[in-house]
Each structure stands twice: as structure tokens, then as C-alpha cells.
């Protein structure tokens, strides 16, 4: 026998083949040994259903959450987009004219981020201009 | 929902979409409902420091989230089963931390070859004294629960070395039936045990 293995190895070894033995269970087997048991088949399976289900229901919910709040926010864009501007470069126009309007109220970091909009994609622009929606320089009606 | 590939044709590197992992989920019988349970306690024998709806759950949320990903060659039950010892054992580690032991860090297993269906540390030396200890007295455990048994001993000590049924046969001298019956024994009586201490809680 070898000398080499270590303790966690014969262990991790041996629950393996306990674990592939359990697997190999024919159904009259398993069947069996539950009716050895105090409780019946169909509860006991249904136990380790309902844990299952639970688990799946609750990754799935989190999932559909996150997207609905992914569409939320898509949508909150969309609407800006409907409402102020139908393109790019409508946004850099309508950015530019607030800057030149209030100028010195502007954060200094917003109108350097903004650099006349190079390099600016149309949801960067829409989130720009939901800043300064925040900000009070324009309400929702693009004024 | 796509239907589960054919994992007899599956390509090794392919892996299930988790339509498919809930998809084989759904199609588990009664009776590998009882598999699972059963094999969820051997390995909360390992982590004590959990329950079964934990372990269950844990290797689902992995599965799902793709942090485990099911190779579609592996049949679904194994591949679970693996996730589940993985985490029994993460849960172990976990546990020696709180206790103030290093920590070693664990590789994935996906339960794909049965010689190595373990999982694989860093390397031996990474093991303190310490976790040493907690793992020579588990196995201790175990062969202390067929003491009496001859044959069954040797069922255990031939599986925790790794070796073959046909190979255990040969060095302890046992016929294939003998061996059989000798490893379903210990399946039993280690399913008793982990039912009798689940009572005792």
C-alpha cells in the first residue's frame, strides 16, 4: 500500500466512491433503504424539491429584477431621447447652448467632460444631459 | 426552452446554458431526489457547519450563475455531486480560517474523470499540521465504524487509497462478489451513521 498519500487525500478518495457508489444505486435500491426509514419517498423527494425550487425561484426573480431595472433606466434614456433630441448631434447642440447659457454655474468637470462632445456616444450624451436635468439648468421640456 | 443536448455526443468543452442546467433539474425522479440527499450528507459530514438546504442551494446558485459550469459530457447528477464536495470542503476551509489556520486554496471540480474527482490543492506541502490532524482523524472515523468487519476494512482502506475494486480484490484476497457486498456494507452502514448523528443534532 502506498505510503504516499495524505491524509486529505485517502479521505477525499474515499468519499468519492462513497459519492460514485450512492450514484450507482439502482431505484429498487434507493428504494429500499427509504422504506428502512420513518419517512416515505415522495416526502423526503419532495424536501429536496422544494429547497431546489426555492433556489431557482430566487436566482430567477433577482434576474428578472435586474432587468426590469436595466429596462427602467434604458427607458428613462429613451424618453430624454423622445423628448429633446432625435440625434447626436441635436444633443451637442442643445448641450452646447445651456453651457454658453449658464457658463460659470456649470460644474468646471462637467463642461471639461463634455469636450464639445468628441468622442461622446449618443447614451453618453443622454446621460449628460440627465446631469444637467439633475441640476436644474434645463427642464423636462428641454428649456 | 432548448431541449438538453444528447451528452452522449457532447463535445468535452461544451457546456450546458442554464436553461439546460434547470432544464435536468426538473427531470431529476424521486429517487435521485434521495440520491442527491443522500450524497449531500455524506459531504455535510465533511462541513459540519452547514445543512443540506445550504449545500443544495450553494451549488445551484454556482451552477447558475456560471461560476460552476456543467460540461455536457458529465452527467448532470455527478457534475452536482462534485459542486456540492467542492463546497463542503470550501466550508471546511472556512471554518479553519475562523480557527485561525492558513487557508488553501481549492481548484474547480467538474466531476468529469473519477480518478481525479477530487479536488486538486495547490500542492501536499500547502496542508498545515493542523488540517492534517482534522483530516487524518475524519478518516479515522471511518475506519473505526467497521473495526469489526475485515472485509469492509479493507473495502476502505483500498478505496481511500485510490485503488480499484479489482485492485483492492487482489491485495486483500477477496472475490468480486465478497468485494461487492463489502462495498455496499460500508455504503450502509456510513448512511446510518450520518442518519444517526443528523438525529443526535
Not at chain 2, 82 to 88: D, E, H, L
Request: overall charge negative.
Amino acid at each position: 500500500m502506498s505510503n504516499s498519500k495524505t491524509a486529505k487525500d485517502k479521505l477525499e478518495f474515499l468519499l468519492s466512491t462513497i459519492e460514485n457508489d450512492i450514484l450507482s444505486m439502482s431505484d429498487d435500491e434507493v428504494l429500499e433503504e427509504v422504506n428502512e426509514g420513518n419517512i416515505d419517498l415522495d416526502t423526503r423527494a419532495n424536501n429536496i424539491r422544494q429547497i431546489i425550487s426555492e433556489e431557482i425561484t430566487n436566482i430567477l426573480k433577482k434576474r428578472l429584477y435586474e432587468a426590469k431595472e436595466n429596462y427602467r433606466e434604458e427607458s428613462e434614456k429613451q424618453q430624454i431621447k423622445n423628448r429633446l433630441v432625435k440625434s447626436a448631434d441635436e444633443a451637442i447642440e442643445l448641450i452646447k447652448s445651456i453651457i454658453e447659457t449658464y457658463g460659470e454655474s456649470i460644474p468646471k468637470d462637467l463642461t471639461l467632460a463634455f469636450r464639445e462632445g468628441k468622442g461622446m456616444s449618443e447614451n453618453d450624451l443622454i446621460s449628460f444631459i440627465e446631469d444637467l436635468e439633475e441640476l436644474g439648468l434645463l427642464d423636462k421640456n428641454g428649456e | 426552452m432548448q431541449g438538453i443536448r444528447d451528452v452522449t455526443e457532447a463535445n468535452p468543452q461544451e457546456h450546458a446554458t442554464e436553461g439546460e442546467v434547470i432544464e435536468a433539474v426538473e427531470k431529476l425522479s424521486d429517487t435521485d431526489m434521495i440520491r442527491l440527499e443522500k450524497i449531500a450528507r455524506t459531504h455535510l459530514w465533511v462541513a459540519q457547519d452547514a445543512d443540506i438546504k445550504d449545500l443544495i442551494q450553494e451549488a445551484l446558485k454556482r451552477i447558475l450563475s456560471g461560476k460552476r459550469k456543467w460540461p455536457l459530457h458529465v452527467p448532470f447528477m455527478k457534475f452536482i455531486s462534485g459542486v456540492m464536495r467542492s463546497i463542503a470542503f470550501d466550508i471546511l476551509k472556512q471554518m479553519k480560517t475562523e480557527q485561525g489556520l492558513r487557508v488553501v486554496q481549492a481548484t474547480n471540480c467538474d466531476g468529469q474523470d473519477s480518478s481525479k474527482d477530487y479536488m486538486e490543492y495547490e500542492d501536499k506541502s500547502s496542508t498545515t499540521p493542523e488540517e492534517s490532524l482534522i483530516f487524518k482523524q475524519k478518516l479515522d472515523e471511518i475506519e473505526n465504524m467497521f473495526i469489526d468487519d475485515e472485509k469492509a476494512l479493507a473495502v476502505v482502506m483500498g478505496k481511500s487509497e485510490g485503488f480499484s475494486p479489482k485492485e483492492t480484490q487482489e491485495m486483500f484476497d477477496l472475490t468480486e462478489t465478497e468485494y461487492e457486498s463489502a462495498a455496499r456494507k460500508v455504503r450502509r452502514r456510513f448512511s446510518d451513521y450520518l442518519n444517526e448523528n443528523k438525529n443526535n443534532e
